[in-house]
Each structure stands twice: as C-alpha cells, then as structure tokens.
C-alpha cells in the first residue's frame, strides 16, 4: 500500500524566515494534494500537483511535484504567524482521473511561527 | 463561499451507544466523504459515496458504520454501537463531478466524537 512521509515533523521558525515541508511517497503519486490544518478543525486546500515537474504557488506558497512525482515539496516564503498550523500532504492511490476517492494522508507537520 | 457543514462540533457518548453525525455538503457537488482522524494520527479515509451509494470504503468501515443521504442536503454517518477507540475527529468533504481531471475536495470543520 502506499504510504506518505512527511519531513519534518515540527518546525518552529521566526516571523520572516523561509522554510521547507517535504513529502515523500513510496509508489509513484498520481495526485499531490496539499492541505493545511488549524489544530481541532478542518482542512483547507492549498494546491493540488499532478505532473511531474510541476510547480503552482499561491501567495507566499510555492508547491512542487519532482520528475519522478514521488516527491513533493512545500515552500512558504517570508513566513508570517497566519501561517502556523499544520500541513498535510494527500494522495489518491489510484489514477481515477475524476474527483477525489480514496485519500491517504502523511502524519503532518506542524508549522509554528514565533512572531 | 459555499462550506461544508458538521453538526455537531462535539459529541460525547457512552460505549455501546448509536451516534449519527451530520454533514451538509456544498449544494452542487456529488461526491460525499467520511474521513477520521484519531488524536496524534493521520487523517483516515472512511467511506465516499457517489449517485446514492457507497463507492468505496476502507477496511475501518465494518458493519458498525453506515452512511446515509436522507434528502437533498444533509449527509450521516452513523456508529452503531460505538467502542472507546471510535474517539477521533469525523470529517466530511465533498466535491464536484471530476469532468476528467482531478478536483479538490472541501471539508467541513470536523466533529470531534468521545466515547466513555
């Protein structure tokens, strides 16, 4: 079955900084989604990556799929406190070419952001 | 902006009680989730359902769980006879017809569940 390692587990940084999440997948992803997660609700979408090599930024996010799409790497740029939570990556074990079905989760990284 | 909604927000129960969350899913999309997330865990993938039936469900949806669209709106999960490991976090997500690509899915701020 696949499974999804996020890196790394936490991460503290100061009001400013730049930082890097990562997301390593065992099988080849057809589909790389990025949530973030306020501690105790929902989550909210960020961007979705299907081909490899490809890159989509939002803001002061910047996420990117490898060649070999069995990694992913999320970038925040000049962090802020709005930024705190925590981050997940998502993948659909299978190619359905349609809406989402069956979602499987990384563990999360839990951004904090000191101000 | 259109959002999904879970009600309640918290549930408390006792083991061996039937509990049903609610969910209204955003009013035009057609493919319904459940997911989980117990405390310190991933998040799970439960069950979706697609044009009134399961679609697919993973191996944590025995016969304990049951999903249910009772009219145009609202979107159950039902627990039968809860156990004290049913305690997590209950999400439920939907989105629109996939039209040939891969389309993102909503969630709803989640329901958290306690089982004594």
């Known amino acids: 079955s696949q499974e999804l390692e996020q890196s790394p587990q936490s991460l503290i940084v100061q009001e400013g900084k730049n930082l890097t999440i990562n997301c390593t997948s065992s099988?080849?992803?057809?589909?790389l989604y990025w949530y973030k997660q306020k501690y105790g609700e929902g989550l909210i979408f960020l961007m979705m990556?299907?081909?490899?090599?490809e890159e989509k930024s939002h803001e002061k996010i910047t996420a990117k799929l490898d060649e070999k799409k069995q990694q992913s790497s999320l970038h925040i740029t000049a962090s802020q406190p709005s930024h705190a939570g925590i981050y997940l990556c998502?993948?659909?074990?299978?190619?359905?070419?349609?809406?989402?079905?069956?979602?499987?989760f990384g563990k999360g990284t839990k951004l904090s952001v000191k101000p | 902006e259109p959002e999904v909604t879970q009600t309640p927000s918290h549930q408390v129960t006792q083991m061996g009680q039937e509990v049903i969350l609610r969910c209204v899913p955003i009013?035009?999309?057609?493919?319904f989730y459940w997911y989980r997330q117990i405390l310190g865990q991933k998040v799970e993938f439960l069950v979706s359902?697609?044009?009134?039936?399961?679609?697919?469900k993973s191996e944590i949806f025995d016969d304990q769980f049951s999903v249910e669209r009772p009219d145009g709106s609202n979107f159950t999960l039902k627990i039968r006879s809860t156990k004290l490991e049913d305690s997590a976090m209950y999400f439920c997500?939907?989105?629109?017809?996939?039209?040939?690509?891969?389309?993102?899915?909503?969630f709803g701020q989640g329901t958290r569940l306690t089982v004594v």
């Open positions: 009013s035009n999309h057609l493919y």
């Open positions: 990556l299907q081909k490899g090599g």
């Open positions: 099988k080849t992803l057809y589909g």
């Open positions: 359902f697609y044009n009134n039936e399961i679609s697919e």
């Open positions: 997500a939907s989105s629109p017809t996939g039209d040939g690509g891969n389309t993102e899915a909503f």
């Open positions: 998502g993948a659909d074990p299978i190619n359905y070419g349609g809406s989402q079905g069956n979602l499987i």
